[in-house]
């Protein structure tokens, strides 16, 4: 059974940090580049970050490069969201997703598994 599971998520003020994780199935892990995207109040997911399963790729949307981290470890079937200097517009559900292929991608559709989401919140 396919099972992703995040955390981390919580309250924070602006300018704060944040560290998401997400655990996987091995399964689901293997082989698999995994990435994270975002579901704001009233707003279509969107991409945040992606990692290719080697953990030597990644892609970034524009919005949160040089500000979130992505990272993977593959002896622990987990990723990393490392996420500074938040903003309010930050302010979403953060979902982890397992793609169904191994290089990293920004296409939604490239993901086949997701999990359940962990709700970012960040206070001006």
């Known amino acids: 059974q396919v099972q992703l599971v995040e955390s981390g998520g919580g309250l924070v003020q602006a300018g704060g940090s944040l560290r998401l994780s997400c655990a996987a199935d091995i399964r689901t892990f293997t082989g698999s580049a995994m990435g994270w995207f975002r579901q704001g109040p009233g707003k279509e997911r969107e991409f945040v970050a992606a990692v290719n399963w080697s953990g030597k790729g990644t892609l970034y949307a524009d919005s949160v490069k040089g500000r979130f981290t992505i990272s993977r470890d593959n002896a622990k079937n987990t990723i990393y969201l490392q996420m500074n200097n938040l903003k309010p517009e930050d302010t979403a559900i953060y979902y982890c997703?397992?793609?169904?292929?191994?290089?990293?991608?920004?296409?939604?559709?490239?993901?086949?598994?997701w999990g359940q989401g962990t709700q970012v919140t960040v206070s001006s």
């Open positions: 997703a397992a793609a169904t292929t191994p290089y990293d991608t920004k296409i939604l559709s490239d993901y086949a598994y």
